[in-house]
Structure formats: C-alpha cells, structure tokens
C-alpha cells in the first residue's frame, strides 16, 4: 500500500525558504510495502540550523498523516545538485511535492519518465499475444498502458510513469526475461 501523503497534500505550517517538501523513495512505488516514508525537504537560502529546526517542525506535522514513521533528510537546493547527494536521483525521477502534488521534477521544468525497451523475437507466438494483452487489454478489460497511463511510443518501446515502474517490471519478467530499463527527464 503506498503512504500517499503528496495526494493528500497535507496543510503545513512552514517557511517561506523553503522550496518544495518532496516524498520519495518506496513509498512512492506502487507494489512496494515501505518501512517508513522518506521526505526531502529543499530550502532556499536558511542557515543549516535553521533548516534542521524547519525539517523537524515538518515531520511533526507529518507524522500525523502516517502509521509509518517519516524519515527527513533536509537540503539546499544548491547542495541538492550535488553529485555527492546519493538521494537526487531518486527525487528527481520518484519524488511527488506535498505542496503542488506533482513531480518534483516539473518545477524544474522537467518531466520524469521511465522507458522500458523489450523485446519479443525469443518468445513464441503464443507469448507475444500474452504479451500484447497485457499491454493493451482484452475482451473490454484494460490493459497496463491504458490502466496507469502508459504510451507503447514504437513496437519494442513503452514509457510510464516512475511510480508504476514495478508493475510494469513484474508483468513483463512473467512473460520475457529480455528488457532494459532507462530513466528520461524531459
């Protein structure tokens, strides 16, 4: 079950220096059973001091939105670009803002996506059919690209998005065994 709390979006109290309160890790992907709900905080301009005090206002306040424990890790937003900060990624591609709701990413004007490249030639027919049902749906049921918003962009080619990275994975792995995976920011 996933901890939703940027579709709640909560109303919290905090400083105008901040420049998004971001949820990401597991319990943004659909599939997963976190251990707790990770959230960045990003400010603009605030001591380190400053930042800690904020940070732990926050997960006061959001604490009472989860039965799992919120876990903050608080970051400029210079420091946030930084190659040495292990967590970026993970924001940049998963990481819902409690303030708008959205991606973090598109206030940067950017849009996370996921591209899964597959391939069917191994399978035999009977496989491949499996296969397109599961994309598409059969018989007036849905298929995943329809069910959680997924585009097949070229035969071999389908892009969704971040969250359900796991479904799609799952599906495909019962099915073939021979797909990558690449992560696009637009």
Same mark, same amino acid.
């Given at each position: @079950? @996933?901890?939703?709390?940027?579709?709640?979006?909560?109303?919290?109290?905090?400083?105008?220096?901040?420049?998004?309160?971001? &949820?990401?890790?597991?319990?943004?992907?659909?599939?997963?059973? /976190?251990?707790?709900?990770?959230?960045?905080?990003?400010?603009?301009?605030?001591? !380190? =001091?400053?930042?800690?005090?904020?940070?732990?206002? !926050?997960?006061?306040?959001?604490?009472?939105?989860? %039965?799992? /424990?919120?876990?903050?890790?608080?970051?400029?937003?210079?420091?946030?670009?930084?190659?040495?900060?292990?967590?970026?990624?993970?924001?940049?591609?998963?990481?819902?803002?409690?303030?708008?709701? %959205?991606?973090?990413?598109? =206030?940067?004007?950017?849009?996370?996506?996921? &591209?899964?490249?597959?391939?069917?030639?191994?399978?035999?027919?009977?496989?491949?059919?499996?296969?397109?049902?599961?994309?598409?749906?059969? =018989?007036?049921?849905?298929?995943?690209?329809?069910?959680?918003?997924?585009?097949?962009?070229?035969?071999?080619?389908?892009?969704?998005? /971040?969250?359900?990275?796991?479904?799609?994975?799952?599906?495909?792995?019962? !099915?073939?065994?021979?797909?990558?995976? =690449?992560?696009?920011?637009?």
């Amino acid at each position: @079950m @996933m901890q939703n709390l940027w579709q709640k979006k909560p109303e919290l109290t905090y400083n105008q220096n901040i420049f998004d309160i971001v &949820q990401f890790g597991s319990s943004i992907l659909e599939n997963t059973k /976190p251990n707790d709900i990770d959230i960045a905080v990003i400010y603009i301009n605030l001591s !380190i =001091k400053d930042q800690l005090d904020n940070s732990q206002l !926050i997960k006061n306040q959001l604490q009472k939105f989860s %039965d799992l /424990p919120i876990h903050i890790k608080s970051f400029d937003l210079y420091s946030f670009f930084d190659e040495s900060n292990f967590a970026r990624e993970n924001i940049l591609f998963y990481g819902k803002s409690l303030i708008s709701g %959205d991606y973090f990413a598109k =206030k940067l004007g950017l849009n996370p996506r996921i &591209q899964i490249f597959y391939s069917l030639r191994h399978l035999k027919k009977k496989e491949k059919v499996k296969f397109n049902y599961m994309l598409r749906g059969k =018989k007036g049921e849905y298929g995943l690209l329809k069910k959680y918003g997924g585009s097949l962009l070229n035969p071999g080619l389908i892009e969704i998005y /971040p969250e359900y990275e796991n479904i799609f994975i799952e599906s495909i792995k019962n !099915i073939s065994n021979k797909f990558d995976i =690449k992560k696009v920011l637009y």
